[in-house]
């Protein structure tokens, strides 16, 4: 799974499983760009890869059709060109139930999960499909596969991610180019612990309840590790699964068995 010589742009990849990711790529090869809202929290991740020169962040909203654009076209002006599109970026914030969501909760669960992949993606096909070559990978979730009751609109975007990749792979595969999801579990990042609290209320729930009702659910009796869910990335990104397209690799500990 060597990358050397490939260039990789990673959304949201500045903390948590994005950052994970970008280290897993960055250690086999992979100059890369990764992106985020925040100045310092960026800064903070390139120091923790530190990567030098190859290496870049890029302050972007994946969820701004300008911003996404702008950050694929800045990996091609900072590396000559790109081979691999990690669409990391995601999450909600209004958990709740189908009677009970709001029009605002809906709209930021499919801006953040599917909007900024769509605007990420279509962007950099236009430099992966003359090319013949490439890799999208897209983090969906296990809500996308095997849904909580609660989690309505996270869990409608990452069906939509799924689906919207399955049609891409499709659409591409004759191009070289394969498309991808992975669909970790729950993982105990830093945004799993501050945004749980509001997620077990939606569950009836306090943030432990939370937690033993997802280990609850596995095989393995734990949450998923991020860099378990950047292995999976690793693997999709590579010349290893250059035959591996249209595909949802689950990474849940056996939650979706």
């Known amino acids: 799974m060597d990358l050397t010589g490939t260039v990789a742009l990673v959304t949201g990849g500045t903390r948590g499983i994005g950052l994970a990711i970008a280290h897993a790529l960055h250690a086999h090869g992979a100059r890369l760009v990764v992106t985020g809202r925040s100045e310092p929290t960026g800064r903070a991740a390139l120091a923790r890869l530190d990567g030098g020169a190859d290496v870049t962040f890029l302050a972007a909203d994946a969820t701004v059709r300008a911003d996404a654009e702008r950050a694929v076209d800045g990996t091609v002006e900072r590396y000559g060109h790109l081979d691999v599109v990690v669409n990391n970026v995601g999450g909600a914030t209004g958990f709740a139930a189908v009677a009970e969501i709001t029009d605002a909760a809906w709209r ?5 999960n599917l909007d900024s992949a769509l605007h990420t993606t279509r962007r950099a096909l236009a430099h992966l499909l003359p090319q013949r070559s490439g890799r999208i990978v897209n983090i969906a979730s296990v809500e996308g596969r095997d849904p909580d009751p609660g989690l309505c609109a996270y869990a409608a975007a990452k069906h939509a991610l799924i689906g919207f990749t399955r049609v891409l792979a499709k659409e591409v595969g004759a191009y070289g180019v394969t498309a991808n999801c992975v669909c970790p579990g729950a993982v105990e990042t830093d945004w799993f612990t501050e945004r749980g609290p509001q997620a077990a209320a939606a ?12 280990t609850g659910r596995t095989a393995t009796g734990r949450l998923t590790r991020p860099d378990e869910v950047a292995a999976a990335v690793l693997l999709l990104a590579s010349p290893a699964g250059a035959g591996i397209t249209g595909a949802s690799l689950a990474v849940d500990g056996g939650m979706t068995v």
């Open 203 to 214: 569950f009836g729930t306090d943030y432990p309840g939370l937690v033993r009702h997802f």
């Open 108 to 112: 930021e669960a499919f801006a953040l």
